[in-house]
T-cell receptor, first 116, second 112 residues
């Protein structure tokens, strides 16, 4: 049973460039969430996709956008990269919510993005 | 007040002891709570989820939830050096559309 897979594992970009990160959810999961984790901090929620639509969004600028495909896989796009975008980007998948309760999210290994 | 607060540590315990990790949250509407373990350079790994007041046990781990006090804890019994990691607490936030909010994590060091 494959877990959450992310690609690439590492990426180096320069300021102003654009980047696309990819995620395949765990088998049976239909919801994908993206997080940014800076060194020494907890993951910060970027957005969540369910049924190919953005269901929730965190406090991130419009430079951060995403997409979910019919097979539940997802992409995170970041435009006009800034030095401060350097971080570990984590994808997490889960089953959809059951009533008022969030289902446990399972994380991929992440993409470490460095901006020069 | 931070949304989810954890003592950054490090918390040092001897091998075989009980490690107690604590977390408070500010949204009284939070319904879902999770503990994750994160080794250095790795991604978070789910340890426990808890949704109702009281204790929930899974092997050497026990999660405790007190919604009246807005307090979540994780106990690790018979701590092992392999338990040395950062432990992240997360809670969902009703006012933010039920998004998951993480604390900054507590560093645990188990000394042999």
């Amino acid at each position: 049973d494959a877990g959450v897979t992310q690609s690439p594992t590492h990426l180096i970009k320069t300021r102003g460039q654009q980047v696309t990160l990819r995620c395949s959810p765990k088998s049976g999961h239909d919801t994908v969430s993206w997080y940014q984790q800076a060194l020494g901090q907890g993951p910060q929620f970027i957005f969540q996709y369910y049924e190919e639509e953005e269901r929730q969004r965190g406090n991130f600028p419009d430079r951060f956008s995403g997409h979910q495909f019919p097979n539940y896989s997802s992409e995170l796009n970041v435009n006009a990269l800034l030095l401060g975008d350097s971080a570990l980007y984590l994808c997490a998948s889960s089953h959809s919510r059951m009533g008022n309760f969030n289902q446990p999210q399972h994380f991929g290994d992440g993409t470490r993005l460095s901006i020069l | 007040q931070k949304e989810v607060e954890q003592n950054s540590g490090p918390l040092s315990v001897p091998e075989g002891a009980i490690a107690s990790l604590n977390c408070t949250y500010s949204d009284r509407g939070s319904q879902s709570f999770f503990w994750y373990r994160q080794y250095s350079g790795k991604s978070p790994e789910l340890i426990m989820s808890i949704y109702s007041n009281g204790d929930k046990e899974d092997g050497r781990f026990t999660a405790q939830l007190n919604k009246a006090s807005q307090y979540v804890s994780l106990l690790i019994r018979d701590s092992q050096p392999s338990d040395s990691a950062t432990y992240l607490c997360a809670a969902d936030y009703m006012e933010y559309g039920n998004k998951l909010v993480f604390g900054a994590g507590t560093i645990l060091r188990v000394k042999s």
